[in-house]
């Protein structure tokens, strides 16, 4: 695909952002345009949020930290979806098409959008970078360093599979054979007017007061 859009490229991308010691507070990269800048921010995201998810598992500070933790758990997430769906658009684009244009007669729909996928690349990409971290520890066990090199080799095997399902994807979408659309998520948890806890805390007395 056109401007090097093409899994080996991600999953380099992804590579070498983890790699950075400014990584994930520096600022975003302004020569990135179009998908590559939705890549590079999904990724910046799904690395918040796993730093975020191992700090509220934390079992020696109060209930204080780890609700501000999940709070920030909830807003990386969201901004994570967000940036997926970008993703599509951005593709999409790249490819000359649009998520709202008939495809071509014949086309196959793919389940899983390009913008999912590249998603699940970042997540494969922080497991395998925080997985190797594992088997080059000195405090740890041979078994434990065994172990985790085995699941290592099984992290790349699946971000090598999926990275060639992506490439086939692309491919097809630009050869009209197959096609893909933009997908909302709809995070209903995170609306005000969706979130019965929300728009009924406003509605509703709090209990043991007077209505």
């Known amino acids: ?17 983890l790699a950075a010691q400014d990584w994930p507070q520096r600022e975003p990269d302004a020569s990135l345009t179009g998908a590559w800048h ?42 994570r979806n967000d940036a997926v769906e ?30 999912a996928m590249t998603d699940r690349l970042s997540i494969l990409s922080l497991k395998i970078f925080h997985m190797r971290e ?9 078994e434990h360093i065994e172990k985790c090199r085995d699941k290592l080799h099984r992290l790349q095997t699946q971000r090598r599979d999926l990275g060639a399902c992506l490439d086939q ?21 995170n609306d005000p007017t969706l979130n019965p806890y929300l728009y009924g805390k406003q509605a509703q007395p709090a209990k043991g007061m007077a209505a």
């Not at 970008?86 to 729909?109: F, I, K």
């Open 1 to 17: 695909m056109q401007n090097g859009l093409d899994a080996q490229s991600i999953m380099q991308f992804h590579d070498r952002m």
């Open 86 to 115: 970008c993703v599509d658009e951005a593709l999409l684009s790249a490819l000359g098409q649009s998520g709202d244009q008939p495809p071509a007669a014949g086309a196959r729909l793919n389940s899983e959008t390009a913008g």
């Open 169 to 189: 994807l692309l491919a097809e979408a630009a050869a009209g054979t197959a096609y893909f659309k933009v997908y909302r998520q709809f995070k209903m948890y």
């Open 38 to 79: 939705w890549i590079e921010t999904n990724h910046r995201y799904n690395t918040l949020l796993w730093n975020e998810e191992d700090k509220a598992r934390r079992t020696d500070v109060g209930p204080e930290a780890i609700a501000a933790s999940k709070r920030l758990i909830d807003q990386y997430n969201q901004k």
């Open 134 to 142: 594992q088997t080059e520890r000195v405090d740890a066990s041979a």
